[in-house]
């Protein structure tokens, strides 16, 4: 224990995706101690890697004690460290912490938080947003949000209560990565657009075009032939892209929700990101959305306590709800 | 001229597009004589390319008399040898015929048809294609035809006697080559797939999404998912994106041709991408449309006579509405 630190560390959670990793050191009330992040995601690291990363963290914390370790992400996959099965969704706070899979490490045992699988014609799954959902849900049986987590691969989650009922993957950020790198779209800017209030303008010119009627394919090509006709500078058509595909996004997951009533999404995640996609909605004429900004430090720790990592006493002497906060 | 031919070259055509070129010597039937086909898109030549290309496919051709010569594609382009201005869409076999751009080279004349651009809140623009309808226009001016032409970027174009009255852009080829190059889905197939019949399966699985009432980025990642649930093996999952990719430029456009009531569409261009959009038509229930084929070759031969270019009398003595076949 470093001396100095007036409150004791309880857990380490970590949140281990495909290019970047956090870690959070967080004390027996959840409260942040220490935050590490780093291109350490689990495509960047070589064989071996995984323990070495864990390691270097609890050296750079000098946590001589060893703190129960919670990791979700794709650490659980099967590229990752150990691969843990996705839970069937629906799936509830509890099922996800009775589901966690065991690495021991050479400072204990590392738990991962599996992913969730949404079977059907159309299958889906998610690994680490689980978690960042879990960090907002009530206690409330009978709330019920719809979560969005934009990003590379965008998810809309539903909840009701404490149970993740269903979700649906867009692939927004990776299309407008791969247009922007790679297509013919990407190939016009020059410049760098200056920060001058006129990139929100762009991108809500591409929010618009989600109300045309026309579908994805049919409007993609217009972030080319707008700028062909001068009505957006060509330094622009980044922001007039990620309008375009946010707009899609936020125009077929508010229409899905229409039809079943369900609230006004919150939004989780990277607070610049979720800054565009609130303007988007209002774009769009819906209500601004919340911004939890990023929940899983709290999703860890919530289902830390759920599978009863923090007391250290081993989970089959609880009861099976445990006590969550 | 070669004394074994028969026929009197009368018409040098190409169709010079961004990576390849198609040369056609034509009869003063528009019978083809000979073709040429090579990488030499307007994007893969040096400065001083063209006036070599075209130098060496007349010595190939060992044509030592001067013909007419008429280029479509993107050789029309800013990018291209000579830019020639859109024309606005609606526009006529005529008016195309009439604004054909001149660029003077060792050879004579060569003759450029420009490409059209149709305004509006999502403008869009082709170069080529439009040679291409005007290949398989018929005589009768109330006929109505919708021609699809797949492609990198895919065009549906109402045509109406001789009049190209609308068209829109979708971008299907080129996002299946960015996906499959550069996602997440391209990163899944290990082994070519077999020539064993279940490549059309996995294309129908595909296509048959798009009745999913599910928006394009919200299905993408069933690319992935399906493979992870083995229900299509990882070596198919470019034919089942592509069926995914095509099955909704086809919803698309069809259920915008219903709402007008439009006929059923013609299909041109290569014939192994057509025959493949056929199928998609058919696997989600439509009529097989016909397939054309190239038509650019009798659209340039067509819009030589409008022109007035076969004869060689200057086309400001003949009747404007010129003489087509």
């Not at 004390?27 to 689990?42: F, K």
């Not at 050479?106 to 299958?123: C, E, F, R, T």
């Not at 591409?206 to 026309?214: D, P, Y």
């Amino acid at each position: 224990m470093k001396s100095l630190d007036p409150a004791k560390p309880a857990l380490l959670g970590l949140d281990w995706g495909t290019s970047s990793l956090r870690a959070w050191l967080l004390d027996a009330q959840g409260i942040i101690l220490h935050t590490h992040h780093a291109r350490q995601g689990i495509l960047h690291l070589p064989d071996g890697g995984f323990a070495q990363v864990l390691s270097d963290i609890l050296a750079q914390w000098r946590l001589n004690d060893p703190v129960p370790m919670l990791a979700c992400g794709m650490v659980g996959s099967i590229n990752g460290w150990r691969e843990v099965s996705y839970l069937p969704c629906p799936a509830s706070l509890c099922q996800l912490a009775d589901g966690l899979g065991l690495q021991p490490t050479a400072h204990g045992m590392l738990h991962i938080v599996p992913g969730l699988l949404k079977d059907g014609s159309l299958p889906d799954v998610m690994r680490g947003e689980e978690t960042q959902i879990v960090g907002i849900m009530g206690t409330d049986g009978n709330s019920h949000h719809t979560v969005v987590l934009p990003g590379t691969h965008s998810k809309w989650a539903q909840v009701q209560g404490q149970i993740i009922t269903e979700f649906r993957t867009f692939m927004t950020g990776e299309l407008f990565a791969v247009l922007m790198r790679h297509s013919i779209l990407g190939r016009l800017p020059s410049t760098a657009p200056p920060d001058d209030g006129y990139r929100d303008e762009a991108f809500a010119m591409g929010v618009r075009t989600a109300q045309s009627g026309i579908p994805l394919a049919g409007r993609l090509f217009s972030a080319r032939t707008v700028v062909l006709r001068n009505r957006l500078e060509r330094a622009y058509t980044a922001d007039y892209l990620s309008g375009l595909l946010i707009g899609e996004e936020i125009h077929a997951g508010m229409a899905a929700l229409e039809a079943t009533q369900h609230a006004t999404p919150v939004l989780v995640g990277e607070r610049a990101l979720c800054q565009r996609y609130r303007l988007a909605f209002t774009v769009l004429g819906h209500p601004p959305p919340s911004i939890a900004g990023n929940t899983a430090p709290a999703g860890l720790f919530r289902l830390a306590c759920a599978a009863h990592l923090l007391d250290r006493t081993p989970s089959h002497l609880h009861d099976q709800k445990g006590a969550v906060i």
